[in-house]
């Protein structure tokens, strides 16, 4: 129903900057919010930052306070990521998904709609 595509990934040194992005298509006005996950090798998937149901506030994880930014273009339909200030500990896959329901937007099972990830590593 929802088709997310993601792109921006790369190679950088510590303290430089990406620009992720997430085109969202299919059934999108069935979305309730988005957000920004990622996940290391061996370990689990992370919430990074989302929108709330109202689309105005935003909730970021305590990691990247400060040097993350989520922002959104309607009218394109996509969903961008600012990350600056990057750190060895930021290297991911990041995902960007679609909740459909209701809930804490912290929580990953309420997001029914995933990217297939982009690989962001970052070197010391």
């Known amino acids: 129903q929802v088709q997310l595509v993601e792109s921006g990934g790369g190679l950088v040194q510590a303290g430089n900057s990406l620009r992720l992005s997430c085109a969202a298509s299919g059934r999108t006005f069935s979305t309730i919010s988005m957000g920004w996950f990622r996940q290391a090798p061996g370990k689990e998937r992370e919430f990074v930052v989302a929108?709330?149901?109202?689309?105005?506030?935003?909730y970021y994880a305590d990691s990247v306070k400060g040097r993350f930014t989520i922002s959104r273009d309607n009218a394109k339909n996509t969903v961008s990521l600012q990350m600056n200030s990057l750190k060895p500990e930021d290297t991911a896959v990041y995902y960007c998904a679609a909740r459909t329901r209701r809930g804490s937007v912290y929580s990953s099972e309420l997001y029914d709609f995933w990217g297939q990830g982009t690989q962001v590593t970052v070197s010391s």
């Open positions: 929108f709330d149901r109202s689309g105005v506030n935003i």
